[in-house]
């Protein structure tokens, strides 16, 4: 009896990778292996060497297709076995076991937006919705768009086994966020990829499609991002308060504004303009509660004087394993100068 294996990669199209996968018949009793694919179809490669190579990183049973069926998410090589330049999974995972000791965990929101031809779905054919305002958690066939969508996205991520741990209708017409977390950083970026695939698949089958956009539609709209949710042990322990403060100023420290905000999506700066709950792009703030700030201290962090720090930052189509690096990468660094690790 065989059984049918979705493999799924990151390409290489720039400024924003997308998602490809293509389906493999495997034996019972056989394990995904390598496979190679063209290369110069992803912009991976040129027609002249175009073999790239998938090497399975994460299993998960495949919600669509059911039965012993698998998803198999990859990381692309090269043909000597070196790492494709556009494999930036490859470059987490020596950052990830450097401070692993420090236990770093993530949850991501992901915000997306349904469309159905060219507009937001919930727009109408000439003009525009209602302002924001009741869209937001909403409810009732005048206000959210797209809801049988989100549950079977919903059902089909929680079949796969994926830690994800909300969904919530956003603020404009047919946008929506589901999150992923709280686990470390190689398996929340793993299982926001696969719940990115999930999504197109299953909206695939309605007639609509889905985009991570930071800006979607023009005017007086919120954007969409991906807040990203971050702690280490020293955080959720006792007293761990200062050590969140220590996160959140070397964030700020010279030069890292600038080397995080470049690398959180194309088209942040359409996003972050100091309106619709967002900071500039340019300037860097952290504050308790404040959802106009870069990084925001939840209220009860303060109250408990430990907890988490949301970088509020990161656009809905950042590269999950791009920001959950930076993180691992400042954050933890500082809390190991200032002996707060």
């Known amino acids: 009896m065989s059984y049918l294996a979705e493999y799924i990669w990151i390409d290489g199209t720039k400024p924003t990778a997308k998602l490809r996968s293509k389906t493999k018949v495997l034996a019972d009793g056989a394990k995904p292996g390598t496979w190679g694919f063209d290369g110069s179809s992803t912009s991976q ?3 002249h060497a175009s073999d ?3 090497k399975p990183v994460a299993s998960y049973p495949d919600p669509i297709r059911g039965g012993d069926n698998v998803l198999v998410l990859c990381e692309v090589f090269n043909i000597d076995d070196t790492p494709h330049e556009s494999n930036t999974r490859a470059l987490l995972r020596p950052v990830a076991e450097q401070f692993a000791g420090q236990e770093p965990i993530f949850g991501i929101e992901q915000e997306y937006t349904f469309f159905q031809g060219a507009r937001p779905l919930g727009f109408p054919e000439n003009g ?4 924001q305002g009741g869209y937001y958690c909403g409810v009732g066939a005048d206000e959210i768009f797209g809801r049988e969508i989100v549950e079977k996205h919903l059902e089909n991520c929680l079949k796969a086994g994926l830690n994800i741990c909300g969904i919530n209708a956003e603020v404009m017409p ?11 950083p190689l398996e929340v970026s793993d299982e926001l990829w696969v719940a990115r695939w ?17 800006k979607p539609a023009q005017g007086d709209w919120n954007g969409a991002g ?3 949710n971050f702690s280490t042990k020293a955080m959720r322990e006792e007293g761990g308060y200062q050590a969140i403060v220590t996160a959140c100023e070397a964030l700020g420290a010279e030069g890292k504004p600038e080397e995080h905000i470049r690398q959180y999506g194309a088209g942040v700066e359409t996003r972050l303009t100091g309106a619709h709950e967002t900071a500039p792009w340019n300037e860097y703030s952290y504050g308790v509660s404040d959802r106009g700030a870069s990084v925001r201290i939840p209220w009860q962090v303060e109250v408990e004087k430990k907890g988490y720090l949301e970088d509020r930052r990161p656009n809905a189509n950042v590269d999950p394993y791009v920001v959950t690096r930076l993180l691992v990468d400042t954050c933890c660094a500082a809390l190991d100068k200032a002996g707060e690790a």
């Open 226 to 228: 991906a807040h990203t």
């Open 174 to 184: 047919g946008q929506w966020e589901f999150q992923v977390g709280p686990v470390g």
């Open 198 to 214: 999930l999504l197109y698949r299953t909206a695939e089958d309605f007639g609509v499609s889905a985009t991570l956009d930071p």
């Open 52 to 54: 790239r190579v998938l």
């Open 128 to 131: 525009f919705p209602a302002p």
């Open 45 to 47: 490669a040129e027609g």
